[in-house]
């Protein structure tokens, strides 16, 4: 295979197929995470409150995060074999296939028992197909990326989290406006699922027109990819596997101590009104996405590590701030705790795309990006609502800032230890 260098409208492409293919991935995670916050405990659970009802719905979230490891190894086992384009087209394919059946389920008074358990199977598909995205996303950007605008080129995938967030809360704050409780209730909270398909087919459109990346054309000039890249990578980069893993633990703890759990909080502890809280983390997470772009100038000057470590000590400065800010119930506190949070979240995030790349040589380098990912998003992100709740709970916030701080030490911790090291693209 020949190596070709991108013209300049083939890097646009690429950066738009990186940015839609994540907007979709995050539109259809927060959709399910606003929806587990506001309306599936009632509805697919039963139980005798509403905090239990709240507490299984969560449970049902963390469904997907022990889904994408298992994504992570199939499709990084084919992106490390056939290649990252293909691979991303059917990541992508079958996490819209499951969003959009959620749309069509029917309620546990409806289907009983089976309504929650086509659920937590829909919510699989979607953490399976998730598994393989963001990884692949990263190496579409960064191996096609100019030399010295990695940190840059590798931030695009990670701006498709505030864009998925913006599209799928302000739906839901529409929904919210302009229908009754009830009418939500019953039928509204299905519409963001449906229009998910939208956003599906703008991604695949664009994904059938990249090219692959250079990165693996040289891998396969060099001789027969990995028979089996899992193999490979525990067997030769396990200390960059663990070490990845750790170090991106603190921006699953950020964001869904900030987004799902602070949302569920807010309207069923503090009775804030869902328009309120929505309206603030919309604004909220536009401190995200500077963060995010900050954060990829600052890699290209400086290098990811540094500026991943300075983003820890700032998530774990939002951990402390969390109970003051939030708990207070006054707005502006509020606002105030939640954008501090999510503008380290953009510091803890942006530079993942660069960093967790230069772990790995590019023979294996889908398998470890997304396995190191996704065991992340299990440690950080997959439990982290059901047991912020649970210390909320039994002690109140200040114990959920703690676990948001210890979460943020582990990644500093684990950034300090590991060694820079640049791989070839």
Not at 212 to 236: H, Q
Not at 391 to 411: C, E, F, H, I, K
Request: net charge positive; proline share 6%; charged share 10%.
């Amino acid at each position: 295979m020949t190596v070709t260098v991108p013209s300049a409208a083939s890097h646009r492409r690429i950066l738009l197929a990186s940015l839609v293919g994540t907007s979709v991935e995050f539109y259809d995670f927060y959709i399910y995470a606003t929806a587990a916050s506001l309306v599936f405990g009632p509805l697919f659970f039963p139980a005798g409150d509403a905090s239990a009802q709240l507490l299984a719905a969560y449970a049902s979230l963390a469904v997907a995060f022990f889904a994408r490891p298992v994504g992570a190894w199939a499709f990084g086992h084919y992106g490390d074999r056939i290649g990252r384009k293909s691979t991303l087209v059917a990541s992508l394919m079958l996490m819209g296939g499951s969003t959009l059946a959620i749309a069509f389920l029917p309620t546990y008074a409806q289907a009983g028992y089976l309504a929650p358990l086509l659920l937590c199977f829909l919510r699989f598909g979607q953490g399976f197909g998730l598994g393989g995205e963001w990884g692949g996303a990263a190496l579409l950007a960064v191996e096609n990326a100019p030399p010295g605008w990695g940190g840059r080129y590798g931030m695009v995938p990670q701006l498709g989290a505030p864009v998925g967030f913006i599209a799928a809360n302000g739906l839901f704050l529409l929904l919210g406006i302009a229908m009754t409780p009830a009418d939500f209730m019953a039928r509204g909270w299905r519409i963001p699922f449906v229009l998910s398909i939208v956003l599906v087919g703008l991604g695949l459109w664009v994904r059938l027109k990249i090219a692959e990346t250079p990165a693996f054309a040289r891998v396969l000039e060099e001789g027969p990819p990995p028979s089996v890249p899992m193999g490979e990578l525990l067997r030769d980069h396990w200390r960059a596997a663990l070490g990845g893993t750790l170090g991106a633990v603190a921006c699953f703890a950020v964001y869904y101590i900030a987004t799902a759990f602070a949302l569920g909080y807010a309207t069923t502890r503090l009775g804030i009104a869902r328009p309120t809280i929505l309206s603030m983390q919309l604004g909220a997470i536009l401190f995200m996405a500077v963060g995010i772009a900050l954060s990829g100038v600052w890699v290209d000057r400086k290098d990811a590590r540094f500026v991943l470590s300075w983003g820890c000590v700032g998530a774990v400065i939002a951990g402390f701030l969390l109970a003051p800010g939030l708990g207070s119930g006054v707005p502006v506190l509020m606002f105030g705790s939640l954008a501090t949070a999510l503008f380290a979240m953009g510091f803890v995030y942006g530079p993942l795309g660069a960093w967790l790349p230069g772990l790995f040589p590019a023979r294996v380098r889908y398998t470890g990006v997304s396995l190191a990912f996704n065991m992340a998003g299990i440690i950080g992100g997959g439990l982290t609502p059901v047991v912020a709740e649970t210390l909320a709970r039994r002690g109140g916030l200040s114990l959920v800032g703690g676990y948001l701080a210890a979460m943020s030490l582990v990644s500093l911790i684990a950034l300090l230890v590991m060694r820079g090291r640049a791989s070839d693209r």
